[in-house]
């Protein structure tokens, strides 16, 4: 067991260092100097030369990933010129705006699977067929364009949701920060227009980045739950006259969820940190927003950071869903069982 973990911390530092690199590699591929965009058009050699030492852009390449590593570990992320502010602060005070985001998505997601994978597995047939048909859809439609098209239909055309305005509409003013959620923070103070206005903002960016992980865990969950309906201990437990329903709820999907708890960590990171898109079509103000302010300015300080942290928030992920996997199920905690 010990061994087990020790593999999977090294495997998951490795992971964590390739990203890092490969991110830090391909970042000062890119065309374009990061020196020029901070000093001006205008800036003569010798003014150059200092952003670049500043910098440390003037230092060799294994030096300067050495120094990024180091200093990450010791939680100096660096100076973001296109923020004009300190990496971590600038990170930290739009993480809660993503992470309200992400979360609510993932509950939608969650719970819309649940219920669609059971119904579709409880009656097959016409309703399975549907409900495969529009899982196959979401998970063709890139999120981006699902948000386009919401927009579109509910807040332009019908007027039934705000549309890219961000977390509030204008009229109204920012919770005194608890938990960092609007819809939280708002409920903690007896305001009842802040919930009702932020839950609103909240609608159609939440639908569209659910849409994706319902599909895949639909799909997942729809034919977990068909091949263990299949198996003979199903029969058995049938025929003690155990009602259907309830055979499928204690016995069906509970023995189908194994693989769905193992994607759920890795669904939550991904919402996490892959939400850049739709945080730009609806105006969000997150991460997302100032990420791609920050490699359009090659800002190379906020762009690091935000991808070695999204990198330890997938590896957290993929361990949390198997320590819960091995808790559920107790084979997996066995010496080998999971070879």
Partial sequence: MFRDIRQ???ASAVTIVLASFVSFVV????PGDPARLIAGPLAGPETL?????????DRPFFAQYGQFLWNFV????????SVGDEVREALTSRLTATLELALYAFVLAVVGALVCASV??????????????????GLGSPP????LVLIVVFSSYLGWWPGPSGRLSPQLYPPEPVTGFYTVDFALHGDLIGVSDSAAHLVLPVVSLALLPWAFLTRLLTAN???TAGQ???????SKGVPAWRTHVRHVLANSLLPTVSSCGLILATLITGSVLVETVFNWPGVGAMLTEGISAQDFALVQSFILLSAILYVVGNLVGDAVNRMIDARLRTPGAAR
């Fill in 8 to 10: 999977r911390l090294l």
């Fill in 27 to 30: 970042l000062r591929a890119l």
């Fill in 49 to 57: 030369a200092a952003t670049r030492s500043s910098l440390g852009l």
């Fill in 74 to 81: 010791r939680g100096d992320w660096g100076y973001s010129f």
């Fill in 120 to 137: 579709a597995s409880f009656r097959p047939g016409f309703r399975r067929g549907l409900v495969r048909l529009f899982a196959l859809v």
């Fill in 144 to 147: 981006f364009w699902v948000g």
């Fill in 225 to 227: 739950m068909a091949d």
């Fill in 232 to 238: 003979p201990y199903i029969l058995v437990v049938r």
